[in-house]
Structure formats: structure tokens, C-alpha cells
């Protein structure tokens, strides 16, 4: 069972990635392309909870820092701490929605880049400033909620399959809300 | 065994979480070689994945673009048909002009880096929306490629390698803030150093000219290639844009436009040579 839960894990990590590098870059709508890796490290978080959300973020980013020019460590820290925020939201939601889903992941894609980028500025990593920032993170945004329920969709999937073990899980954290109620 | 709450396991996984990545940036930043293997070997498998996938959607993509970039598309082929035939000209000048340049300095037996190994390099695009002031290439150490080659495109120079993989490597832009470069104005001969000033902006000239020096808008510039410069001698850098004297601070404030098109490149040349002839350690 966990041999399958890492092999769903490893093929959503890797088709985004895919999509990411070999995709959306030429589907660019006012020169700006979705962040489908981001908007995936939130829904993981909105599906999975704290741990698994950040735990994954963390993993992701690691990933992602791989292709970039920004120092490895960055996009592992930011999206390992929005996948642990994203987490948090689902353990005080009680409702599914999908129009929550991508409202959230919407916000939280803003909120990730605009951390990106003040993790990057305080890093030394100056040539972020030079980018339009506000017009990145408003379409990004908006073009991740669109996408929100093919990536929550990937996410549920992926976690069907427990590959972390039920540690911070839906399953858990209800259960846990209960015995709180 | 001791079980911890969940809201402290929680917070213990968050610590956790930034002091890894705490960690990686410190590796990062002092070049720990492990990382670049990882990333070497992840770029290896999915690189050619992804290649796959933007040929395979290609079609799809390329209608988007021509649906969402027509205008942009039009003009820019007519800028493209003016600048052809503009380069066109040029070209039967630059051939006789390096011809000449190149028996001056064999008779005054100063290398000439127009004789040098070149490789042609493809610029892969990175992910992600945020501007950078570096490229990556599809060059490495395998073709040639090392720390400190000097990169050109037809029209100028573009910047200097500054890492080296075994398949790809760095390239740093010359716009990249505090990019020192030793220019030198043709016609006048004066030797200056000039520095990027971030994406889009020209460079400025922050020492080697005076009040007195005689320059003027329009003047071409190329690299100095004086001793200890980074670069091979003469390669086109651009154009003067600008003179101006501060009178509060004294001082002559010029800018030079770089010829180089730094903000779209696709295809460069990088020059296989280096100030001393040795790798950069």
C-alpha cells in the first residue's frame, strides 16, 4: 500500500513539474504564467493537513530549487511553510466547497509568491525586485484558482494512497476535532 | 514510548521544515558540490521529459500564441525586416573592418580572440515568472565551455559564463548590478570601466572618464581587453547614450546602451577563452 502511495506521490510531483517547465511557460495570458507547483503545495496542504502539507511543500520546493536560478533552499522553505499553512485552514474548515478550494488556493498562491519574493529580496537576490510583481501575483493567482480543481483532484488522488502514513492526515485531524468537541 | 500532541508534533515539524532549509541555503551558498550532483542528476531525468511534453503540446501552445500575441507578432516582424536589412549592410563592413583589425594586431603581435574556438549554445528557458540577471545554456564543460568565457550574440557582447556544469552552465548578464566590464570608446581610445544597472537599463561608465574626455552620444564602445580585463579585446558592447556632466558632484555621468538584445535571447556564442588561458579555479 505504501509502495502506491509513493509511486501516486511521485507521479503528480513529476507530471507538474512537467507541465511547469515543458507547458505553461508558453501559455503565458499578459506574460504570465500559472504556478501550477505552488497551487499544488496548497491543495496538498488543503487536502492532506499540517504535516503531510508541509512535509510535501518542503519536498516540492527542494525539487523546484533545482531548475531555478534562486539558491536551493528557497522555494523549500516557502513552500514548505505555505503547505504547512494551507494544512492549517483545513483543519478549521469543516465544509468542502470547490469554490473555497480555489479561493484558497488563489490566496495562498498570492501569498506564497509575494513570500518567495521577500525570502528572495532578503536573500540578496535583487533581480526580483525587478520583475512586476503585483501583475505576477495577480494573474498567477487567478489562473491557479482556475485551476484549483484539476489540482485538488491530483491531490486527493495522491493521498488515497496514505504514502506518509496517517500522520496529519484528514482522517486524523477530524478525529482528533472530534474528540475536541 | 511518549507520544506528542499533535499541536506540538506540529510545531515540530515547522521547525524542522525551516531548519533544513536553513541548511540547504547555508550548503547553497558555500557551493557544496553534493547539491550540484543532485541537481545535475534531476535536471537529467526530467529535462528530457519536459522537452517531450512542449513538443508534443507545441501545436496547442503555439496556436495560443499566435491567437494571444498576433499584434505584438506583426510588429515585431516589421522591426525584424528593418534591423535585416540594416545588419545586412553592416555585415559587408564588419567583414572588411575585421580583416583590417586583424592584420593591425598581428603586426603589433596582440592576440587576435577572432581566430578563438567559439560554440554555439542554446538559451533554456528557466521556470518560474520572475526576472533574473543570468541564463543558463545548453553548453557545459563537456563542449568546452569554462568559468569566465566571454558569451556574444551577432550583435555584442552578452555577458561571462559563471558556472559550469557538464551539460549546461550560467551565463551573467551584463545588466546584472555592479557587472564590472573595462570598455573602450572607439575613436577616442579612452579606457573606462562600466557597470550593469539591473534589467533594462543601460550601463554606466563609473570610472576611466573625465570632464576632458572628448566622447560623445552615438560613439561605439567594445571591450578594452587590457591586461587583467576579463574579456577578449574589441567585442562590441554598445553604443554611448547618454553624457552628462554633474555639476554638484563633478563628475561625467555616461551611459552605454548595450547592443546585445539581453532580455530575449535564444541562441549565443560562447568564446572558448579565457584572460589567462587556464580554467578560472
Redesign the interface.
Known amino acids: 500500500m505504501k509502495a502506491l502511495g509513493w509511486t501516486r506521490l511521485g507521479l503528480v510531483m513529476?507530471a507538474v513539474?512537467?507541465?511547469?517547465?515543458?507547458?505553461t511557460?508558453?501559455?503565458?495570458?499578459g506574460g504570465?504564467?500559472a504556478?501550477l507547483p505552488l497551487g499544488l503545495v496548497i491543495a496538498a496542504g488543503l487536502t492532506g493537513g499540517?504535516?503531510r502539507g508541509?512535509?510535501f511543500?518542503?519536498v516540492f520546493g527542494?525539487?523546484?530549487?533545482?531548475?531555478?536560478?534562486t539558491?536551493?533552499?528557497?522555494s523549500?522553505?516557502v513552500f514548505?511553510?505555505i503547505g504547512?499553512l494551507a494544512?492549517h485552514v483545513f483543519m478549521d474548515r469543516i465544509e468542502e466547497s470547490p469554490l473555497i478550494s480555489a479561493m484558497t488556493i488563489g490566496a495562498g498562491t498570492a501569498v506564497g509568491l509575494l513570500s518567495?519574493?521577500a525570502v528572495?529580496i532578503a536573500?540578496g537576490e535583487?533581480?526580483?525586485r525587478?520583475?512586476p510583481i503585483g501583475r505576477?501575483v495577480l494573474i498567477?493567482s487567478l489562473m491557479n484558482a482556475v485551476a484549483a480543481f484539476a489540482l485538488m483532484l491530483a491531490s486527493n488522488w495522491m493521498w488515497a494512497s496514505d504514502p506518509l502514513g496517517e500522520r496529519?492526515s484528514r482522517e486524523?485531524a477530524l478525529r482528533?476535532r472530534t474528540v475536541r468537541a | 514510548m511518549a507520544v506528542l500532541d499533535p499541536l506540538r508534533r506540529r510545531r515540530s515539524t515547522l521547525i524542522l521544515l525551516l531548519l533544513t532549509s536553513i541548511t540547504l541555503l547555508s550548503l547553497d551558498y558555500q557551493g557544496f558540490g553534493p547539491l550540484g550532483s543532485v541537481q545535475s542528476v534531476v535536471r537529467g531525468v526530467v529535462d528530457p521529459i519536459a522537452g517531450g511534453a512542449d513538443s508534443v503540446t507545441s501545436p496547442i501552445t503555439n496556436a495560443w500564441r499566435s491567437f494571444s500575441e498576433f499584434d505584438d507578432l506583426e510588429t515585431e516582424n516589421d522591426r525584424l525586416r528593418d534591423e535585416l536589412s540594416a545588419i545586412q549592410g553592416d555585415a559587408v563592413r564588419s567583414r572588411a573592418a575585421e580583416e583590417s583589425l586583424r592584420e593591425l594586431l598581428e603586426e603589433i603581435e596582440v592576440d587576435y580572440v577572432g581566430g578563438a574556438d567559439t560554440v554555439v549554445a542554446q538559451v533554456i528557458t528557466r521556470p518560474g515568472n520572475f526576472q533574473s540577471y543570468s541564463v543558463e545554456i545548453d553548453r557545459g564543460s563537456n563542449d568546452g565551455v569554462r568559468r569566465g568565457n566571454s558569451v556574444i550574440t551577432g550583435a555584442g557582447l552578452v555577458g561571462r559564463v559563471t558556472e559550469v556544469d557538464d551539460r549546461f552552465s550560467e551565463v551573467q548578464l551584463l545588466h546584472q548590478p555592479d557587472f564590472p566590464l573595462g570598455v573602450r570608446v572607439i575613436g577616442t581610445g579612452e579606457i573606462a570601466l562600466a557597470r550593469g544597472r539591473g534589467i533594462g537599463n543601460d550601463l554606466e561608465v563609473t570610472e576611466g572618464l573625465t570632464e576632458e574626455t572628448d566622447i560623445s552620444v552615438g560613439d561605439p564602445v567594445v571591450t578594452s581587453g587590457i591586461q587583467g580585463s576579463s574579456y577578449p579585446p574589441d567585442l562590441a558592447v554598445g553604443v554611448i547614450s547618454n553624457v552628462n556632466f554633474d555639476t554638484s558632484s563633478l563628475e561625467l555621468k555616461v551611459q552605454i546602451d548595450p547592443v546585445a538584445d539581453l532580455e530575449n535571447l535564444r541562441f549565443v556564442t560562447v568564446i572558448l577563452w579565457t584572460v589567462d588561458g587556464e580554467p578560472e579555479s
Do not use: K
Open positions: 513529476l513539474l512537467v507541465v511547469h517547465l515543458g507547458v511557460p508558453n501559455l503565458p495570458v504570465v504564467s504556478e499540517v504535516e508541509g512535509i511543500g518542503f527542494f525539487v523546484l530549487d533545482l531548475f531555478l536560478f539558491p536551493v533552499g528557497m523549500a522553505l514548505g511553510v504547512w494544512g518567495f519574493v528572495g536573500l535583487s533581480s526580483l525587478e520583475s505576477i498567477a496529519g486524523r482528533e
